[in-house]
């Protein structure tokens, strides 16, 4: 008898020998642009230190290193109720937070509210006013006929924005589908809170913070080891507690050296001249004919709204290739049409699991109304495991840059977004690229390790409020424009021996 050998094990991967040769070449030449190697890896987190220390000087650089105002962590035995007010693209939620005396708990109650979509072109006014119908309508409801007094309101508005003060924020530019004319430029505060007046709402804007610092504080709140905040989704950001001594751009407060001050990174801006990212011809194009070409050229590279679009202009690319001939004698104007493919196109085909890529093929027929055969599936599979991986690799370089900075391991990063928590393998071959940059041993558990964040705009934004407030009992009002009106309205027992408290 004929000795088989030992049985072949089944893959849900298919195999690459039923894969015509002239597609495997190109897969060959698809992994030469994409992959990045350990190498890469550590050259692109040495620049990230040396672009997050520029960003903190007078003079700036590419990533903002925005001073936030948020002075320290929370040791989680704050307690009192807040508000939180987290407005995005579509929907307005509305939170009410109670801290109790248990340490690192909280309650919490909140509603949606739609935001109308021709809100997001319309007046100023009309925007503010009805932000302030939906805090009237959550404070009526669950507080029907109570005295509460003034509750104090985080408001996380994650848009970019100039902070001299944590309660005030002038926008840069509008992002999420808003286009409201007369707001740019301008302190999105004194509008909303006129809004508030005139319609007798019992709230104070003590904050107004960014999601990506509040997952910072609202993820430190039940994990002292939290020293990171992180978003992965539509787009990147990271925050973190610098030391204001090693933050040149405030000297001039001559705040204690040691004193901690959470900046947000914003830092999708990351290598903007182009000077140690891996970019591909396929990156390059999707820069170019963005609505900001030169900007936000880390975020275009790892986010997940442009992973989509580098996936078809690969196909696209290839089709228009004689040597390959993908989609031979189809119709492809539906793939021709510019961020038709979102990340879950992606995910779906690298999910597939069977062995003859079925639901790759299903997807393209009904996305794109394309027949695809076994040998382009599997390059296709190939295509969306190199750009998720690359992805994952890259988006590493944050945190492992910022680690460094601060020698912060061991310590816990939290991270949110559509990207870290739905696409596949995307946390594993996150921490797999840490591991290679920061050079752990073999046999060393992760010394940085990234985990699920709490809930940033809600609990975050509340907790930052809570923590203002301390503040301004403390006597600490560096950065808050308006601490005398938040000690008048809100009974505030501001402590001359550094001890805070509130007045019942």
């Known amino acids: ?56 000087t007078k003079e700036g650089g590419d990533i903002p290193m925005n001073v936030t105002w948020c002075m320290g962590f929370p040791t989680g035995n704050e307690t009192g109720t807040y508000l939180a007010l987290d407005m995005g693209g579509t929907n307005l939620r509305v939170c009410e937070i109670q801290l109790p005396e248990e340490k690192g708990e909280f309650d919490i109650i909140q509603s949606k509210y739609r935001m109308p979509e021709e809100l997001k072109s319309g007046k100023a006014e ?56 007369g707001v740019e430029g301008k302190d999105v505060v004194p509008p909303f809170e006129k809004a508030l007046e005139e319609r007798g709402v019992p ?13 910072l504080i609202a993820s430190s709140y039940t994990d002292e080891q939290m020293k990171i905040g992180c978003i992965f989704g539509t787009g990147c950001n990271a925050a973190y507690m610098e030391h204001c001594g090693d933050i040149p751009k405030i000297a001039e407060f001559n705040l204690p050296p040691d004193m901690p001050m959470a900046i947000n990174c914003e830092y999708g801006a990351f290598d903007n001249a182009h000077k140690v990212l891996p970019r591909t011809k396929y990156d390059v194009i999707v820069d170019k004919e963005s609505p900001r070409p030169g900007q936000q050229s880390f975020e275009k590279m790892i986010a997940g709204l442009y992973l989509g679009e580098l996936f078809r202009l690969v196909c696209l690319d290839l089709n228009n290739n004689p040597a390959v001939k993908l989609f031979s004698g189809q119709d492809v104007s539906k793939l021709q049409q510019p961020y038709i493919l979102d990340a879950s196109f992606l995910s779906q085909i690298e999910e597939d699991p069977f062995e003859n890529l079925q639901e790759t093929c299903d997807v393209f027929q009904s996305h794109l109304g394309l027949k695809v055969n076994k040998g382009e599936c599997e390059l296709f599979r190939r295509l969306t495991e190199l750009i998720g991986t690359r992805a994952a690799r890259l988006s590493a370089c944050g945190p492992a840059a910022i680690c460094k900075k601060k020698n912060l391991q061991p310590c816990h990063v939290g991270a949110d977004g559509s990207v870290f928590n739905k696409y596949p393998h995307f946390k594993a071959r996150g921490a797999l690229a840490l591991r290679e940059i920061l050079d752990w041993e073999k046999t060393q558990r992760d010394q940085v390790d990234i985990r699920p964040a709490e809930d940033g705009s809600g609990v975050g934004a509340a907790l930052i409020a809570a923590l203002t407030l301390k503040r301004v009992c403390q006597g600490n009002w560096a950065g808050i424009r308006d601490a005398e009106t938040m000690v008048k309205h809100m009974k505030l027992e501001v402590k001359s021996d550094g001890q805070d408290g509130m007045a019942n």
């Open 1 to 56: 008898m004929v000795g088989l050998g030992p049985r072949r094990k089944l893959s849900r991967r298919g195999s690459l020998a039923d894969v015509p040769e002239h597609l495997c070449d190109q897969i060959k030449k698809l992994e030469e642009q994409f992959v990045v190697d350990q190498a890469k890896l550590k050259e692109i987190t040495e620049h990230f230190v040396s672009e997050l220390r520029q960003g903190l």
């Open 126 to 181: 009309e925007l503010w006013e009805y932000v302030a119908d939906c805090l009237k309508q959550f404070i009526d409801y669950h507080h029907e006929g109570e005295s509460i007094g003034r509750l104090p309101l985080g408001f996380t508005f994650s848009y970019p924005c100039t902070q001299e003060y944590i309660d005030n924020g002038i926008l840069q530019r509008w992002t999420k589908g808003f286009d409201i004319d």
């Open 203 to 215: 709230i104070k804007l003590t904050a107004l913070i960014n999601d990506t610092t509040g997952t």
